[in-house]
């Protein structure tokens, strides 16, 4: 058994060492080999047993089982690693890679490398505007770029000062994205780091053009808040044009932004999408969910195919099986000859077809006639006063009945005159009075 330390290792893997000596002190033919090595700014343990074949697995998962704590193993060809879990899992809080400087690459670069891109007529008004601001992001990482408005392409090249070999990719990725009708605010953090894009090309996945038409308009949504939704869940940015969408944004957020669109041009509504990752967004945050199997809180949508199978209006009936042939019809001399029309002489058959044909167009000229006077009948007009009830002539008058409903006019003043009568007004009296005057004066 041979042991190997590089590093003081701490109490806690001092005891599975031991351990792992009296074990291998049982299991002979074993050998064990403790390495420790710098990952992340991170010391990690690992202790590896070489196995001379594969007939010594059991010993080894005996061997795991004596080890006490916080550990796993792992297999990686003849190798069998016992990894502390508590260290593996754990990444130090605002831990960022270091950035790439010229310390890392001082000589640059061999070769010159370039990139272009066309871009369309309409775009080239926007350019012309924000093509200085391009030159002097790129001018920062020693990247030299050049718009050609005549053949209507844009160029990114290295130059001698170049000393980032992925800066070029970069600038590539950032003339894409302009060409795209993304607006140069967005595109410029294409340079940084932690951000990468992603070119989706849907106008492919949908045969018909309206079908293709409606599911774009769902990845936007009602004044673009399905898009909104999308973007603060994935922390990226989206931009739907034409035949296209990019993305630009964390890789972890780009990923699920390429699954939202793809199962939307697939017909499955984005707001499925949108439910897990807000579910999933707030399991991230219980650090006990951290490790766990999220399966169970996420929602699981089965699909409904509503589309039926129009049925026909006709629907025909089928008859019932027999053995037997169907009865042969009757030709036209069968039935001739069962009327006996068929000894008749020709003159008179013909005489007879001639009669049905007149009283078929004696039929149609009624008809027709019939269908024209419609026009001149005049509609039936409605009565104007409703007919009264007479009243019924048999049986006696009550008289004390109608003496009744008389006192009971008078008292209601409808009908019958007034009690006491008014006194007369002042301009009949002298119109009586002019009247006599006149009489007088003429006699």
């Given at each position: 058994?041979?042991?190997s330390?590089?590093s003081d290792p701490?109490?806690?893997?001092?005891?599975?060492?031991s351990?792992?000596y009296?074990?291998?002190?049982?299991h002979?033919?074993?050998?064990?080999?403790l390495?420790?090595r710098?990952?992340?700014c991170?010391?990690?343990?690992l202790l590896?047993?070489?196995?001379?074949?594969?007939?010594h697995?059991?010993?080894?998962?005996?061997l795991?089982?004596?080890?006490?704590?916080?550990?796993s193993?792992?297999?990686?060809?003849?190798?069998?690693y016992?990894?502390?879990?508590?260290?593996?899992?754990t990444?130090?809080?605002?831990?960022?890679?270091?950035?790439f400087?010229k310390?890392d690459n001082p000589?640059?670069?061999?070769?010159?490398?370039?990139?272009?891109t066309?871009?369309?007529?309409?775009?080239?008004a926007?350019?012309?505007?924000?093509?200085?601001?391009?030159?002097?992001?790129l001018?920062e990482?020693?990247?030299?770029?050049?718009?050609?408005?005549?053949?209507?392409?844009m160029?990114?090249?290295?130059?001698?000062?170049?000393?980032?070999?992925?800066?070029?990719?970069r600038a590539?990725?950032?003339i894409?994205?302009l060409?795209?009708?993304?607006?140069?605010?967005?595109?410029?953090?294409?340079?940084?780091?932690d951000?990468?894009?992603?070119?989706?090309k849907?106008?492919?996945m949908?045969?018909?053009r309206?079908?293709?038409?409606?599911?774009?308009?769902?990845?936007?949504?009602p004044?673009?808040?399905?898009?909104?939704?999308?973007?603060?869940?994935?922390n990226?940015?989206?931009?739907v044009?034409?035949?296209?969408?990019?993305?630009?944004?964390?890789?972890?957020?780009?990923?699920?932004v390429?699954k939202?669109?793809?199962?939307?041009?697939?017909?499955?509504?984005?707001i499925y999408?949108?439910?897990?990752?807000?579910?999933?967004?707030?399991?991230?945050k219980?650090?006990e969910?951290r490790?766990?199997?999220?399966?169970?809180?996420?929602p699981k949508f089965?699909?409904?195919n509503?589309?039926?199978?129009?049925?026909?209006?006709?629907?025909?009936?089928?008859?019932?099986y027999t053995?037997?042939?169907?009865?042969?019809p009757?030709?036209?001399?069968?039935?001739?000859?069962a009327?006996?029309?068929?000894f008749?002489?020709?003159?008179?058959?013909?005489r007879?077809?001639?009669?049905e044909i007149?009283?078929k167009q004696?039929?149609?000229?009624?008809?027709?006639?019939?269908e024209r006077?419609k026009a001149?009948?005049p509609?039936k007009?409605?009565?104007?006063?409703?007919k009264?009830?007479?009243?019924?002539?048999?049986?006696?008058?009550?008289?004390?009945?109608?003496k009744?409903?008389?006192?009971k006019?008078?008292t209601?003043?409808?009908?019958a005159?007034?009690l006491n009568?008014?006194?007369?007004?002042?301009?009949?009296?002298?119109?009586?009075?002019?009247?006599?005057d006149?009489a007088?004066?003429?006699g």
């Amino acid at each position: 058994m041979r042991l190997s330390d590089s590093s003081d290792p701490s109490p806690v893997k001092k005891s599975i060492v031991s351990q792992l000596y009296t074990a291998a002190a049982r299991h002979a033919g074993l050998t064990v080999l403790l390495a420790w090595r710098l990952s992340h700014c991170k010391q990690i343990g690992l202790l590896a047993i070489t196995l001379p074949g594969f007939r010594h697995v059991s010993k080894v998962c005996r061997l795991s089982r004596l080890i006490q704590g916080n550990t796993s193993m792992m297999r990686i060809s003849n190798f069998y690693y016992f990894v502390d879990e508590s260290e593996l899992l754990t990444v130090p809080d605002g831990w960022k890679e270091p950035p790439f400087t010229k310390e890392d690459n001082p000589r640059g670069l061999l070769e010159e490398s370039s990139f272009a891109t066309l871009f369309p007529k309409y775009r080239e008004a926007y350019l012309k505007e924000c093509w200085p601001l391009v030159e002097k992001a790129l001018g920062e990482v020693h990247i030299k770029p050049s718009l050609d408005l005549i053949e209507g392409s844009m160029t990114v090249c290295t130059t001698k000062k170049t000393f980032d070999p992925y800066a070029i990719v970069r600038a590539r990725d950032l003339i894409k994205l302009l060409a795209r009708s993304v607006p140069f605010e967005q595109a410029v953090r294409i340079l940084q780091d932690d951000t990468a894009c992603d070119i989706i090309k849907i106008g492919t996945m949908v045969r018909s053009r309206e079908r293709f038409v409606k599911r774009r308009q769902r990845l936007i949504g009602p004044k673009g808040s399905t898009l909104k939704a999308l973007e603060l869940l994935t922390n990226c940015y989206v931009m739907v044009q034409g035949n296209t969408v990019s993305a630009l944004g964390p890789y972890s957020g780009l990923k699920e932004v390429r699954k939202v669109v793809l199962d939307t041009m697939k017909n499955i509504h984005p707001i499925y999408n949108i439910k897990t990752l807000m579910i999933k967004r707030e399991l991230s945050k219980d650090p006990e969910l951290r490790m766990q199997n999220w399966e169970r809180f996420l929602p699981k949508f089965r699909h409904k195919n509503l589309a039926k199978r129009k049925e026909p209006k006709k629907k025909s009936v089928k008859k019932e099986y027999t053995p037997f042939p169907p009865p042969q019809p009757e030709s036209k001399v069968d039935q001739e000859l069962a009327t006996g029309e068929f000894f008749l002489r020709e003159s008179v058959k013909k005489r007879k077809k001639m009669e049905e044909i007149k009283v078929k167009q004696a039929t149609a000229l009624t008809k027709k006639q019939e269908e024209r006077n419609k026009a001149f009948i005049p509609p039936k007009e409605k009565p104007l006063m409703k007919k009264t009830a007479k009243a019924p002539r048999e049986g006696k008058l009550d008289i004390e009945a109608i003496k009744d409903k008389v006192k009971k006019a008078k008292t209601k003043k409808l009908g019958a005159p007034p009690l006491n009568p008014a006194p007369p007004t002042s301009s009949t009296t002298d119109k009586k009075k002019k009247k006599s005057d006149k009489a007088k004066s003429k006699g």
